[in-house]
């Protein structure tokens, strides 16, 4: 069975729906969480899929929207501590989106890629990339959360926002 690589995330730089990106350059981010579904080509096709858990996700993601976010203190994550971040200070309505979108993920028979980063082990975060980075204290407002497909059209070089969820003001 063919399966799509999906990820939820909330964008802190603006973006476009449809916006595609190399896999290199991501605008900064906080992932929500990443998963792959499995799909069945002749009865859904993989559109379809991607439309069914943007549907699912429309609520949680309206409901986040504008919530305030406070940009905590670096750290260092990924193999050996290669991989600089800022983390997010715990904030509930971000912390409820997460589960909101696991639970979207799950439900649609999705298989989670980091399940010890998931849920309880969860720890939002905006990774640096070459000169953007945030800011220990830079108050960063939820107003952009995106479904992004991951290997669009198969090109796993390439990123593709399916679907952009913005708070009034955001773009």
């Given at each position: 069975m063919?399966?799509?690589?999906l990820?939820?995330v909330?964008?802190v730089?603006?973006?476009?729906e449809?916006?595609?990106?190399?896999?290199?350059?991501?605008p900064?981010h906080?992932?929500l969480?990443?998963f792959?579904?499995?799909?069945?080509?002749?009865?859904?096709?993989?559109?379809?899929?991607?439309?069914?858990?943007?549907?699912?996700a429309?609520?949680?993601a309206?409901?986040a929207?504008?919530?305030?976010?406070?940009?905590?203190?670096?750290?260092a994550?990924?193999r050996?501590?290669?991989?600089?971040?800022?983390?997010?200070?715990?904030?509930p309505d971000?912390q409820?989106?997460?589960?909101?979108?696991?639970?979207v993920?799950v439900?649609?028979?999705?298989?989670?890629?980091?399940?010890a980063h998931?849920?309880a082990g969860?720890?939002?975060?905006?990774?640096?990339?070459?000169?953007?980075?945030?800011?220990?204290?830079?108050?960063?407002?939820?107003?952009?959360v995106?479904?992004?497909?991951m290997?669009?059209?198969?090109d796993?070089?390439t990123?593709?926002?399916?679907?952009?969820?913005?708070?009034e003001?955001?773009?």
């Open positions: 063919p399966t799509r690589n990820i939820f909330a964008f730089e603006p973006v476009a449809g916006q595609v990106f190399p896999r290199t350059d991501w900064l906080i992932t969480v990443r792959d579904v499995g799909f069945d080509a002749a009865a859904t096709g993989s559109a379809d899929v991607a439309e069914r858990i943007a549907g699912l429309d609520a949680p309206a409901a929207l504008g919530a305030a976010l406070t940009v905590g203190e670096d750290a994550f990924g050996n501590g290669s991989v600089p971040v800022n983390l997010i200070q715990p904030q971000l409820a989106l997460h589960g909101q979108l696991v639970d993920g439900g649609v028979g999705g298989r989670i890629l980091t399940p998931t849920l969860y720890r939002p975060h905006v990774s640096h990339h070459g000169g953007k980075r945030l800011h220990p204290g830079d108050a960063v407002v939820l107003d952009r995106a479904l992004v497909d290997a669009p059209d198969g796993h070089t990123r593709r926002v399916l679907r952009l969820w913005c708070r003001g955001g773009s």
